[in-house]
């Protein structure tokens, strides 16, 4: 399959200045963000997470233990928010599915030869549809970092539209690996590729590469879709991934969408957090919230 | 999916919750005198006036006001205090009562962005991480320059000139004081500074922190008051120096009168800097230059980039971000931490703002201000965006010194080095394109003493700053701003 | 039968061109009784055109490079050393010994290289690069003010003259001179020199006349960004310090009666007339350490 993108010139992509985007960060990053906004900010964050495992020593129970902290993320603290999904390998999907029917939880999962992407569209497609045949409503892959390194940017571009289609229903998040990328300019670059090629949500990170997700990079990447949003109308939803381990830092991306795609983004249909060890912070600081007690670590399940 | 409608949605319904910064820990008297030969002294008049938060109306204290009679008593304290003991000293002990001073103001940082804050309406945020750092910096960079001057100026033997007569404006309160005393101290000179009459509190604190550093009494004295005070200042026989920072139009008044005597002076005036985004410019950064260039401190800045010029191929989606950024600014109490845009200085200034919008309306520019509450009591005025003026219309050609931008749009080089030379003012310019070639080619061009190229509104103890033409002259910061304290 | 003598006609210089003064008024100077020509008694207007052709002159020679001015100066000095034996005569006809009018010459000639290789220097020394607290470039760099009204020295001819130009010509500034009101024959000989060099037409405008006449509108004039007075009449200065007001001229006040001195070779002169640009640019701080994205 061939769908190059015809008069698109992915290497006139709109130029950014690392120092801006710093000096923007600065302004978000020294937002006060306290009591029933902070609150508020809280149970958003604990609404948007997809909480991951993707480790090579993953197993069926480790999985379902993860599955089980997602349904009672804290049981003795009532009303609060669910997680938005797992995410795990696509040999867990069947494992994870089962684990959360009737959550309303959804099932992610990697695909594309994750984390490196490099093996065949066959493969890559083939690692789609046994992710989506076992229920992933969700698909994560990985872009062609070598090809887009190289200039190749239709060969990035197909591949994503070819997972597209491969996914059907379930909604795609491509992964840039930013981490991998080397410059803002090119996050850029890579972000519209992947949202002219059909992407659903673009995400920064695998999780196994730093950096990972940061503010900056986050940034460039909502610029993008901003940009892309103004052209077309159309939303992208947008995954930091990796390294937001605590509820400050998860507060202040959330201020960083609300500044700059504003209301429509801020849901878990539209923005999401790939993390795993955010959740215990959230919840702690959302009962220190309430009860104006310090928490402790050994309260909280970790799983 | 189906397409909405293509407009981002601002009103979040997560507003922030309001978090002012304590004012518990602040002193503020009552009422203030002069501060003349390291002493406090009333006022020979008897007379006060009082100084208001500008985001309420209320009062804040009284603050003498010093008359040709007081100002005499602060010269006379001052030449007394450079004869007998500042210009004797060696460089080294002076340079260390001017670190003193940076530390202390350091230390009481909060206090002082606080005050700063609440006697001139400017975001906390702003005086918190740009005035009062700044200010603890300049002297801290002057400090260091006391006992090295002859390193400034090949083949020269410089001389402090005595005393110094300074007027600062009430945009950057002690920022403009720290710009003014830490050259004149560190080159050997005796200051007699009058801050501007809406927004003296800070001054006064800094002459708390200058008694507390056991600065020698006189080498510092400070006297507040108007225009008359100034006068008396600027005319006063026994002054060696003028340094103004203010209006062209009242540089204008002072260059007169010093005609014929032998003070030297330093003005830094008025501006009305051209923001240039070339079409190849990282955009949503210069949107955000854009907005740092004409909104940072209310619009009261000098260097404030209040002639935006966007290349035609843009100016849609440049428009566009544009206000869709000005929606997500806080506009508000001064005093919350998430306050992007204060309260207007004064009444006057806010009369003077409100009748440029008028007369933009009146010449038929299109005015665009964001959704946003505005306080009840207080001065203030919404983040402005005039669109459809040209070089010909008022706002384009003279300073507002308020929230007010003035947009028109260019296709080539040449057309908007033109447009941007095309004003009598000279003092700073911003440039927005990812080329270098042609970055330099404009900045090189452009008749003003700052350019910023792909940022806006950056300020350094180590930079120095000042206009072309009638912007003013000398320059303040950095080893260049030292020459203007010297005579060789 | 002796032959005729052929007269100079002292003409002004404006923008490359001797044109006599529009007004058609004239002045004769004298040495003692003996008058030393006709000189034009330039008018405003005059002035005018002068400012008029020394504004257009201004882009091409401040953009001119420092290597391209540095070797105009010296052609400058080539040129007068080649004319000399006519500055020593006529600075003799104005008054002169011969030794002196020739140390005249010798060091106007002198002062002139030292400015030729000052032209291509002067910024390295009034330049720095501002190590400012945040990720961007930051330099500051000279740029030429711009048009410069000078009333050159009345105690000398050549020598003022020389000495009051150069270092306003050297950073690309463009002038419009008023010659020594007693002693003009060698300023209107210098333009000749000008002329015959490689300056640009109104780099350097040379009028004749009277201080008192022109004085107001040389220093009123808006199109003119700084004043160079040389003399101690303190009427004349503070006038001119008013009259400047309107535009904010840079105006710089000088002794030069100590015409001699070394004092009077100094980059401090080319500082009066230069305007301190500082540039401000964002460095990215990818790849280096403690850096990221």
């Known amino acids: 399959m061939n769908k190059i993108k015809q008069g698109f010139d992915f290497s006139s992509s709109p130029k950014v200045d690392q120092v801006g985007i710093n000096d923007r960060i600065a302004r978000i990053t020294a937002r006060s963000i306290k009591k029933e906004s902070k609150m508020q900010g809280l149970r958003m964050a604990l609404n948007m997470i997809d909480l991951t495992t993707l480790e090579g020593a993953d197993t069926d129970k480790k999985v379902m233990q993860l599955c089980n902290k997602a349904q009672h993320l804290h049981d003795s603290y009532p009303n609060l928010p669910s997680v938005a999904a797992v995410c795990v390998y696509p040999n867990f999907v069947k494992t994870a599915k089962e684990c959360l029917k009737g959550s309303g939880i959804n099932v992610a999962s990697v695909a594309t030869a994750f984390p490196s992407g490099h093996s065949s569209l066959k493969i890559k497609l083939l690692d789609t549809n046994i992710a989506v045949d076992a229920g992933a409503e969700e698909i994560d892959m990985v872009i062609s970092r070598g090809k887009f390194h190289e200039g190749d940017y239709n060969f990035v571009y197909d591949e994503i539209a070819a997972i597209k289609e491969a996914c059907g229903s379930s909604r795609l998040k491509v992964i840039l690996e930013t981490g991998e990328l080397g410059t803002f300019d090119k996050v850029r670059r890579a972000s519209d590729i992947a949202m002219e090629a059909g992407a659903d949500f673009i995400k920064t990170s695998t999780g196994k590469i730093s950096p990972a997700a940061t503010l900056p990079v986050t940034l460039v990447m909502l610029e993008a879709i901003k940009d892309y949003y103004y052209k077309t109308g159309v939303q992208v939803g947008m995954k930091p991934a990796g390294g937001i381990s605590n509820s400050k830092l998860a507060l202040q991306y959330l201020m960083l969408v609300k500044e700059t795609l504003g209301k429509d983004w801020l849901t878990n249909e539209w923005f999401r957090f790939g993390a795993s060890s955010l959740a215990n912070d959230l919840l702690m600081q959302i009962i220190k919230q309430d009860t104006g007690i310090y928490q402790s670590k050994d309260y909280f399940s970790k799983d | 999916m189906a397409k909405k409608t293509i407009k981002i949605n601002f009103d979040t319904g997560w507003d922030l919750a309001p978090a002012p910064e304590s004012t518990g820990h602040i002193q503020i008297n009552n009422k203030y005198d002069l501060f003349i030969g390291g002493k406090w002294v009333k006022p020979s008049s008897g007379k006060y006036f009082e100084t208001t938060n500008p985001a309420d109306e209320q009062k804040l204290a009284l603050i003498a006001e010093a008359n040709a009679k007081d100002v005499d008593k602060a010269v006379k304290a001052a030449r007394k205090a450079y004869d007998t003991v500042w210009s004797k000293m060696p460089a080294k002990e002076r340079g260390k009562y001017i670190y003193r001073i940076a530390r202390l103001i350091q230390e009481k940082a909060r206090e002082f962005a606080v005050i700063e804050t609440l006697d001139g309406g400017k975001p906390i945020r702003e005086s918190r991480d740009i005035d009062i750092p700044l200010a603890a910096a300049h002297f801290f960079y002057y400090a260091g320059w006391a006992d090295k001057l002859e390193y400034a100026f090949p083949n020269r033997k410089p001389k402090s000139l005595g005393v110094a007569g300074q007027i600062t404006p009430w945009n950057f309160p002690l920022l403009m004081a720290a710009w003014k005393i830490a050259p004149a101290l560190a080159t050997g000179n005796t200051v007699v500074l009058k801050p501007a009459e809406t927004t003296s509190l800070t001054a006064l604190k800094l002459a708390e922190v200058i008694k507390e550093t056991g600065l020698p009494d006189g080498v510092v004295n400070i006297v507040t008051g108007a225009g008359e005070t100034g006068a008396a200042i600027v005319n006063h026989n026994d002054i060696d120096k003028i340094a103004f920072t203010g209006s062209t139009g009242v540089g204008k008044i002072i260059q007169n009168a010093i005609a014929g005597t032998n003070k030297k002076a330093t003005l830094e005036l008025g501006g009305k800097a051209a923001n240039i985004i070339f079409e190849d410019a990282p955009l949503d950064q210069a949107v955000e230059g854009i907005i740092n260039g004409i909104f940072f401190n209310q619009g009261h800045v000098c260097c404030a980039g209040s002639r935006l010029f966007i290349q035609e191929s843009v100016y849609d989606i440049v428009i566009r971000k544009l206000k869709d950024r000005m929606e997500s600014l806080i506009i508000g109490n001064p005093l919350d931490k998430n306050t992007d845009v204060g309260a207007i200085n004064s009444k006057e200034q806010l009369t003077t703002i409100n009748k440029y919008i008028k007369i933009g309306k009146e010449e038929g520019a299109e005015i665009y201000q964001p959704n946003c509450a505005l306080p009840k009591n207080g001065y203030w005025c919404k983040p402005t965006l005039f669109t459809g003026v040209s070089q010909s219309s008022r706002i384009v050609q003279e300073e507002i010194f308020g929230p007010v931008l003035a947009i028109q749009t260019f296709r080539t080089v040449a057309e908007v080095i033109d447009k941007a030379n095309n004003t009598p003012f000279g003092l700073s310019a911003g440039v927005w394109t990812d080329k270098g070639s042609k970055m330099f080619n404009v900045t090189s061009q452009l008749n003003a003493g700052i350019v910023w190229g792909n940022t806006y509104n950056k300020f350094d103890p180590t930079s120095p700053f000042g206009g072309y033409k009638e912007s003013g002259f000398g320059r303040e910061g950095g080893l260049h701003g030292l020459k203007a304290y010297l005579k060789f | ?293």
């Open chain 3, 1 to 293: 039968m002796s032959r005729l003598e052929i007269l100079k006609t002292y003409k002004i210089y404006i923008g490359g061109k001797f044109p006599r003064t529009e007004s058609g008024r004239f002045y004769t100077p004298k040495n003692g009784d003996k008058a030393l020509g006709n000189i034009c008694l330039s008018s405003r207007k005059d002035f005018r055109n002068a400012v008029v052709a020394a504004r257009s002159a201004f882009g091409k020679w401040s953009g001119a490079t420092a290597y391209n001015r540095s070797q105009v100066l010296y052609r400058i000095a080539e040129m007068l050393e080649g004319r000399r034996a006519q500055f020593v005569e006529e600075i003799i006809l104005q008054g002169s010994k011969k030794a002196e009018a020739e140390k005249e010459v010798n060091t106007s000639i002198d002062r002139i290289i030292y400015y030729a290789g000052w032209c291509d220097k002067y910024s390295q020394i009034f330049s720095a690069v501002n190590p400012v607290a945040t990720s961007h470039f930051n330099f500051t760099a000279p740029e030429p003010t711009g048009v410069v009204s000078v009333f050159a020295p009345e105690e000398n001819s050549l020598i003022g003259l020389v000495s009051s130009v150069m270092p306003i010509i050297a950073s690309g500034n463009t002038c419009v001179v008023l010659a020594c009101e007693n002693m003009p024959l060698c300023a209107v000989t210098f333009a000749e020199v000008l002329n015959s060099s490689d300056v640009p037409g109104g780099v350097i405008n040379l009028l004749t006349g009277k201080r008192s006449e022109l004085l107001e509108h040389m220093a009123s004039h808006m199109d003119v960004n700084a004043f160079l007075y040389t003399g101690t009449d303190k009427k004349e200065m503070e006038a001119i310090q008013k009259l400047g007001v309107a535009n904010l001229k840079r105006i710089q006040l000088k002794d030069f009666s100590k015409i001699y001195s070394s004092e009077h070779e100094t980059p401090y002169y080319i500082e009066d007339f230069l305007e301190m640009k500082t540039t401000w640019h964002p460095i990215e701080k990818i790849g280096a350490t403690g850096s990221g994205y």
